[in-house]
Structure formats: structure tokens, C-alpha cells
């Protein structure tokens, strides 16, 4: 990942304290979502793919309407909170040490939502225990998860772990690295997966999975 530093080309907004905030609009609403570059990490900016899913969630807000949707590596929170003024039912999730700056943004930003979003706590494979199988997700969201590899099968077991028949992965990435691309060979192994967006100017790509669909008709009887 690149070095944490001010984005040129961003319109940065710094309030009292020096904590920078970033103003954008969404689903007609002004959403401002609080950074921090003191500390945090990569969950503590907003990067690119958060803005380009959520700009592609709001071009199909009819799909996420009351649906169940988890974000997973939410962050700053940003898609997860686009999804929520949408009017889906959202929990946002990442590591215990990332969720300050998630609860904070979600608690500006979701004040007149259909349905109050929850933030948290999911490591990857670590954390499976909070979330029931029983539960059911519409959609499980992820904007710029894909850089660790050690990550991967941790992050492929809460996949598996959170998906059914029914549920519809949407990953946005920017790929960076060969490792980045080895996720995805990984992922198509036991998904159907297709590009349904891309992005060329911030070389993101949003990627959509689901389960295969069981041909009835072939199955023996
Ligand atoms: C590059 S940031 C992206 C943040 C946000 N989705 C965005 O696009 O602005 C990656 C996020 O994944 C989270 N993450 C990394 N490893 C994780 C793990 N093992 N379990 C849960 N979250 C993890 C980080 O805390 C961080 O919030």
C-alpha cells in the first residue's frame, strides 16, 4: 500500500483539532466522513474504492433497499454508510482497533436512516463465532480488502462463513500487486465471479461473486 499523506488532488476540510474531513454527496445527502492521518492505519482513510462502490451502489439503490448488508475492512465507514442512507439494513464491521474512526463516522452520517446501521468488531477467521450461519446477508461489501496475503484464507473462510445460495459478494479493488490477482484466481475457485465495474482513471475494478447455482435438472435423483 502506499504511504499514508495528504491526496493532492482531495479537497481536504481541517476542522479545530486538525483532524481532516472529507465532504462528498450521496443519495442527496452531504456525507462527511472524518480522517485521521496521526493514526489508524489503512482503516483511518477514505481510498478510492470505497468512493467507487459506493458511487456504484447509489447507481443500483433499488437492489439494496431493505436487504441485509455486512461490510467487511469497512474503515472510515464511507460504503457502508452510502448503503445505510440507501435504506439497507447495514453492519458495518473490521478489526477492534479500526472501529473508532467506523463509529464515528457512522454516528454523523446515519442520523435519518430507514434502519440504524450496527459497527462491529470482525477479524477475518478470527471472529466467526459473533456471526450465526443461521443469519442471512443480501450482500457482503468490501472496498479495498485485497493486499495482505496472509489475509486471504482468513478472509475466504468469512466469505464462506457469511454467504449463502442467496448472498451476493461485491469486492472493489484496485490491483497492485500479482498477490492481489492470486486472491481472485483463489476466489473463482469457488464462485462465480464477473467484473461489473470498472474504474480506469483509479484503476479500480468492482467484483461481483455468488455461489453456483445448482442445476436441479442434472442432478441425479
Ligand atoms: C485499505 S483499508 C480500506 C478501508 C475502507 N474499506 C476504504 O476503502 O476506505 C483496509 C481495511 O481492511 C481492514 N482489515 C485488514 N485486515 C483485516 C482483518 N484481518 N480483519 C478485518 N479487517 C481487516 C483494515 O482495518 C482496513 O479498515
Same mark, same amino acid.
Request: cysteine-free; proline content about 3%.
Given at each position: 500500500m502506499s504511504a499514508l499523506r495528504l491526496d493532492p488532488k482531495k479537497k481536504y476540510v481541517w476542522r479545530g483539532c486538525g483532524v481532516p474531513e472529507e465532504a462528498f454527496s450521496f443519495c442527496g445527502r452531504d456525507v462527511v466522513i472524518q480522517e485521521s492521518f496521526g493514526g489508524g492505519g489503512e482503516a483511518a482513510i477514505i481510498w478510492p474504492a470505497a468512493i467507487i462502490m459506493g458511487r456504484y451502489l447509489e447507481a443500483n439503490k433499488d437492489s439494496v433497499v431493505d436487504r441485509n448488508v455486512i461490510e467487511l475492512g469497512a474503515g472510515t465507514g464511507l460504503t457502508g454508510i452510502v448503503a445505510s442512507l440507501l435504506g439497507a439494513k447495514v453492519t458495518l464491521t473490521d478489526t477492534k482497533e479500526a472501529l473508532e474512526s467506523t463509529s464515528i463516522n457512522v454516528g454523523r452520517n446515519t442520523k435519518k436512516v430507514r434502519h440504524a446501521p450496527?459497527? @462491529? @468488531?470482525?477479524?477475518?477467521? $478470527? #471472529?466467526? &463465532?459473533? +456471526?450465526? /450461519?443461521? #443469519? &442471512? +446477508? #443480501? +450482500?457482503?461489501?468490501? $472496498? #479495498?480488502?485485497? +493486499?495482505? /496475503?496472509?489475509?486471504?484464507p482468513d478472509l475466504l473462510r468469512t466469505l464462506r462463513h457469511l454467504c449463502d445460495r442467496d448472498t451476493v459478494i461485491l469486492l472493489a479493488s484496485k490491483i497492485r500487486y500479482p498477490r492481489d490477482e492470486r486472491f481472485y484466481s483463489m476466489l473463482r475457485q469457488e464462485y462465480d465471479v464477473r467484473v461489473v465495474k470498472e474504474d480506469r482513471e483509479e484503476e479500480v475494478k468492482i467484483y461481483k461473486a455468488t455461489l453456483p447455482r445448482r442445476d436441479v435438472a442434472a442432478m441425479p435423483c
Open positions: 450496527k459497527v @462491529q @468488531q470482525l477479524r477475518w477467521g $478470527a #471472529d466467526l &463465532h459473533m +456471526y450465526p /450461519e443461521s #443469519d &442471512h +446477508y #443480501d +450482500y457482503i461489501l468490501g $472496498a #479495498d480488502i485485497i +493486499y495482505i /496475503e496472509d489475509t486471504f
